[in-house]
């Protein structure tokens, strides 16, 4: 079964403290991974969509890469405004009507 | 414009009453998805339509869910005889044509089942 799975769960840093969020993902034919930025008591809020491996998409201090196992959300020098839960996604080829989300990581960014 | 709408934001409900939720799609589009978000647990597909169809059903957890879409518009998640496990943030989501498009999402409605 197609399957989602995202660490940490929750990640800690400061001001300016680069890291990056794991997703990895198991799919029958990957048609795209997308990344959502989820803020507390809100839908979650498209981020990028990315279709092959070796292809990287960037937004100001994010930037969003993909294997063919996993993606990265790299996190450049983050502000506490960064600080929400980041949800990754995938939708196969066999069945492209169907999301499978991860749990999220939870990200805090302190001054 | 106007985003994804959802209403009610909260719902609370005595265990075995039915409930219905309600989502505005973004005027124009023509997918529309629903979803269920349990504390700590990510996103699990409930239904996709595409206009007024719903080809893929898969995701509904029992049948005391049924979800309609009228108009191509507006879509109601009906939830019969409510069990606590039903507690969770239910999300809307639309599209501009198919599921190969982004998708937008609604603030969700928090149903508690006590």
């Known amino acids: 079964e197609d399957q989602v799975t995202q660490s940490p769960e929750a990640l800690r840093l400061q001001e300016g403290e680069s890291s990056s969020l794991n997703c990895s993902y198991t799919?029958?034919?990957?048609?795209?991974l997308f990344w959502y930025r989820q803020d507390p008591g809100k839908g979650p809020e498209f981020l990028f969509t990315?279709?092959?491996a070796g292809e990287e998409k960037e937004k100001e201090r994010l930037k969003a890469t993909l294997t063919k196992k996993e993606s990265f959300l790299h996190i450049t020098a983050p502000k506490p405004e960064d600080s929400a839960t980041y949800l990754c996604?995938?939708?196969?080829?066999?069945?492209?009507?169907?999301?499978?989300f991860g749990s999220g990581t939870k990200l805090n960014v302190k001054p | 414009g106007a985003g994804v709408s959802q209403s009610p934001s909260n719902k609370v409900t005595e265990k075995g009453k039915d409930v219905e939720l309600r989502c505005d799609p973004i005027?124009?589009?023509?997918?529309l998805y629903w979803y269920r978000q349990s504390l700590g647990q990510g996103l699990e597909f409930l239904i996709y339509?595409?206009?007024?169809?719903?080809?893929?059903k898969s995701g509904l957890p029992s049948d005391r869910f049924s979800a309609e879409r009228t108009g191509g518009s507006v879509s109601t998640l009906t939830i019969q005889r409510t069990q606590q496990e039903d507690s969770a943030v239910y999300l809307c989501?639309?599209?501009?044509?198919?599921?190969?498009?982004?998708?937008?999402f609604g603030p969700g409605t928090r149903l508690t089942v006590l």
């Open positions: 989501a639309s599209s501009l044509v198919s599921s190969t498009d982004t998708q937008y």
């Open positions: 799919v029958s034919g990957l048609r795209g």
């Open positions: 990315l279709y092959s």
């Open positions: 996604a995938v939708q196969g080829v066999y069945n492209f009507n169907k999301f499978y």
């Open positions: 005027s124009g589009h023509t997918a």
């Open positions: 339509f595409q206009g007024n169809s719903a080809p893929d």
